[in-house]
């Protein structure tokens, strides 16, 4: 009886580990969860019935029939690979998918794509939600808008803009306390933070010179639009970024507590592989983000 091939799927997890020699890093990259990644390991072990990691270490390592098996198979994994992007469409013509985080595509991005599109020749783009760089390791995405201090590997980054923080809240409290009109009135409030990026609460406070810890409760989330909205609702207090926060300050929703604004640590980033970076669709798309990050803030209905 002739032996079937291994499921396809199972050797890319397993080329994709060996390479970023971590297993969370792998499943990222390929928008699997940690458990189902885990699956496919098994079962290409279970199928060649060896053992390829040697799961002891501190992190996952090759075993000598793992570092075999990688040996031979990854000649052919790449052959396929790239016979694949040959057939594809010219990547000046297909759409370009760009990564980005929800709440900046809808209070940054889309307002301007009607500009973009005015002028793009025919270039179409293809929106993801994503907060992290691993679509593009990944080749889920072609360009990520991401935040961070833009010293991501193996990617070329160009900085967008910089961001300021200062303290919004609803005109009027679910709990029926004040506005907060300064650092020390926050004592007491329930302060809404992001998960990521983590501690911008901690750094904002710093800052301002206010040493003492504030005794508040913390609410987590893990995007800015839900945590604007729950903020707007009064049940809590937020760092107010823009642009991020600017839909909910037009409409009256939230309000800036007091006049105290602070630079963040970050800055959003317009980022790709090299390779990428050099089509000619993603140029003109790439020369256009700098361009609007570098234009007043006002977006024309």
Do not use: C
Not at 90 to 103: E, H
Not at 265 to 278: K, N
């Amino acid at each position: 009886m002739k032996r079937r091939s291994p499921p396809w799927g199972a050797i890319e997890a397993f080329i994709t580990a060996a390479r970023t020699n971590s297993f969370k890093e792998a499943a990222d990259q390929l928008g699997l969860s940690p458990p189902a990644f885990s699956r496919r390991i098994q079962a290409l072990e279970n199928h060649i019935g060896v053992k390829l990691f040697d799961r002891a270490a501190p992190l996952p390592v090759l075993t000598v029939s793992g570092a075999r098996y990688l040996e031979r198979l990854q000649p052919g994994y790449d052959a396929m690979r790239a016979a694949t992007d040959w057939m594809m469409p010219d990547a000046d013509r297909r759409p370009i998918r760009i990564g980005v985080s929800q709440s900046l595509a809808v209070s940054w991005l889309v307002p301007r794509l009607p500009r973009f599109y005015a002028r793009a020749d025919g270039i179409q783009l293809v929106l993801q939600s994503t907060n992290h760089g691993a679509d593009l390791l990944g080749g889920g995405a072609d360009v990520t808008i991401l935040y961070g201090t833009g010293d991501w590997d193996h990617l070329v980054s160009q900085k967008l803009f910089g961001l300021e923080a200062f303290v919004v809240s609803a005109p009027r409290l679910a709990d029926g306390r004040p506005v907060p009109r300064s650092v020390a009135d926050l004592a007491g409030h329930r302060l809404f933070e992001l998960v990521h990026p983590a501690n911008q609460w901690a750094d904002w406070l710093a800052l301002a010179g206010y040493r003492s810890p504030i005794e508040a409760e913390r609410a987590a989330f893990d995007g800015a639009q839900v945590m604007y909205e729950a903020a707007a609702r009064g049940l809590g207090v937020a760092l107010g970024v823009r642009p991020l926060v600017d839909p909910f300050l037009a409409d009256g929703r939230l309000e800036i507590a007091f006049d105290l604004s602070l630079p963040l640590a970050g800055s959003y980033y317009v980022v790709a592989q090299p390779e990428v970076r050099r089509q000619r669709a993603v140029q003109t798309l790439w020369r256009w983000l700098v361009a609007e990050a570098a234009a007043p803030t006002a977006v024309a209905a």
